[in-house]
């Protein structure tokens, strides 16, 4: 049978995605792992894979299109199969779902679309329950349905446990909590339902059940003014009260049958437990935790000293759950969008080094004695890593898919931090230039960074990267890389720490780099060997002279 692929939502904000690529087109062969296209969602561009083995019927999609999550993609089937009744029967509203294979044989009357819902007072006076797919846990959209314990026509109790669920964190019992007769099933073994889908319904035998089962898997009318008075009046209760109505329902107890078994060993009256799972049921871990209320703490016929010796009831804090909610900026949308291809795509790994900055310090200091422009670390680093590039091509270079660039030319990114994210300003030909120069341009950069005056061509074409947070005081970190670029080096602070020089222990002056290289480029062995460059240099900075 053909199955129909729908654009998954690959992210927890995902509402749509763009279809990037096709890997596939009609009448392909594919496998079940395959990739068929590659979607570009909010957060990056990630592989589509196919579950199915067969032939690609239809795609429905063309690239660059945007599509919302769950709209129809393609449809995979055997060679020359018919798919065209499951476009359409996709294409129906969701509130009128085909009718049941059994029911269909029957003559459907023509105003059945327009027939009045079914209220909860209906299907309290037809003794009849829908059992519905429960959030099982907080993040559970859908579960699948692991094992079927009961069949329809069945006989069940309100504690029958009717089916194992499997959802994201583990698969767990679904009771049906009603008395009666099994008459639906409405999902199949191994098939899966979104949360509050039906999935059976139980009820008095012969029940006619086909104005349910129209309604699809929207909830009932609004009629809960006959369940609501339960419910308010254990709202109006005293606390004391409370418990017992969270996990009771209608004068019945909703807990499991393990808890009920282990209460029962316990002599615990579960009326008196209150229950931490899905609609207040009661559960192993309720019984285990449940400590009688110290009723005897109150009686009259206590002794004083008893009452004397009780605990003093801590102090009560009341807090308030604030936040504010703002429009995520232009600014804010590429740096997720860019970084997160980077990071998703672009297998990164990190090294770190240690370089002793004592004659950086003590050469900085001189240079500033002369130079126009106040030198600072940054730029002494920024001039080492641009003569280190010369001699080490492989870092200065770029992934393009099919093929890598080596760029002859050395073009520096400087991450720059501004008021609505980072900017990368670029210090072109940085290895030809002095160290005057550079601090000049890194400062002009900044300036007209933070006034927002930047203009595209002054931050692109980089070949590399470096972002330094030392003057924040941060010992080290590690850094994404700014694509196209292979390798980014985050620079830490100087640290005063102890080290060994000539055999004795003496005081220096520390400061960490880390290189985030893209492993499709580079190489360990390859960073390892530009990062002893650049510590060389730094380590004789009268070498970035010659």
């Known amino acids: ?179 009666g007769t099994l008459l639906h099933i409405g999902v199949e073994k191994g098939a899966a339902a979104k949360v509050n889908g039906i999935i059976a319904i139980v009820g008095p035998e012969g029940t006619d059940i086909s104005g349910i089962l129209n309604q699809g898997d929207a909830p009932a009318a609004p009629a809960q003014e006959a369940a609501a008075p339960a419910e308010s009046k254990a709202e109006e209760t005293p606390a004391a009260a409370s418990t017992e109505s969270a996990s009771s329902e209608g004068g019945r107890v909703k807990a499991s049958p393990l808890a009920k078994r282990i209460a029962k060993e316990k002599g615990i009256d579960l009326s008196q437990v209150a229950g931490s799972a899905d609609g207040g049921r009661i559960i192993k871990k309720d019984i285990e935790n449940f400590k009688p209320a110290a009723a005897a703490s109150t009686d009259a016929s206590a002794p004083a000293k008893e009452t004397e010796k009780a605990a003093a009831p801590l102090p009560q804090y009341t807090g308030e759950e604030k936040f504010t909610e703002k429009p995520v900026t232009q600014m804010r949308k590429v740096i997720a969008k860019r970084l997160s291809e980077s990071l998703f795509t672009a297998p990164h790994f990190y090294l770190t080094m240690s370089i002793d900055m004592d004659s950086a310090i003590a050469a900085r200091t001189k240079i500033n004695e002369f130079a126009a422009a106040k030198v600072s670390f940054n730029d002494l680093v920024l001039k080492a890593v641009a003569v280190a590039l010369k001699q080490h091509p492989a870092v200065n270079s770029s992934w393009l898919g099919d093929k890598i660039r080596y760029n002859e030319h050395v073009n520096i990114g400087v991450a720059v931090a501004v008021e609505d994210g980072l900017l990368v300003p670029v210090v072109r030909f940085a290895d030809g230039k002095s160290l005057s120069r550079i601090s000049a341009e890194v400062k002009d950069f900044a300036q007209r960074a933070k006034a927002k005056k930047l203009q595209p061509s002054d931050w692109e074409g980089s070949t590399f990267t470096i972002s330094n947070l030392g003057m924040f005081g941060i010992d080290e970190f590690t850094a994404i890389i700014n694509p196209p670029d292979a390798c980014i080096l985050a620079i830490g602070g100087i640290s005063q720490v102890p080290v060994v020089k000539n055999g004795a222990v003496v005081p220096g002056n520390v400061m960490k780099v880390t290189l985030s290289c893209d492993h499709r480029v580079v190489d360990g062995a390859t960073g390892a060997a530009f990062l002893q460059t650049v510590k060389a240099l730094l380590e004789e900075p009268v070498r970035l002279l010659v």
């Open 1 to 179: 049978m053909a199955e129909v692929v729908k654009m998954p939502k690959m992210s927890d904000t995902m509402t749509e995605g763009v279809m990037a690529k096709w890997h596939v087109k009609v009448g392909d062969k594919i496998k079940s792992g395959d990739v068929m296209a590659e979607v570009e969602t909010d957060k990056a561009t990630m592989d589509l894979e196919s579950y199915w083995d067969g032939t690609v019927l239809y795609i429905g999609v063309e690239e660059g299109k945007a599509v919302p999550v769950d709209a129809v993609i393609a449809v995979v089937g055997k060679e020359g199969e018919d798919y065209k009744a499951l476009l359409e029967a996709d294409a129906a509203p969701a509130s009128a779902p085909a009718a049941p294979a059994a029911e269909s044989k029957s003559d459907a009357a023509p105003a059945a679309a327009s027939a009045p819902a079914v209220t909860d007072a209906d299907l309290e006076k037809m003794g009849v329950t829908v059992v519905r797919m429960p959030l099982l846990s907080d993040t559970m959209t859908e579960g699948v349905i692991a094992e079927w314990h009961k069949k329809v026509g069945d006989k069940v109790k309100d504690d029958d446990i009717l089916a194992d669920v499997e959802t994201d964190k583990a698969t767990m019992e679904v009771m049906g909590y009603a008395s």
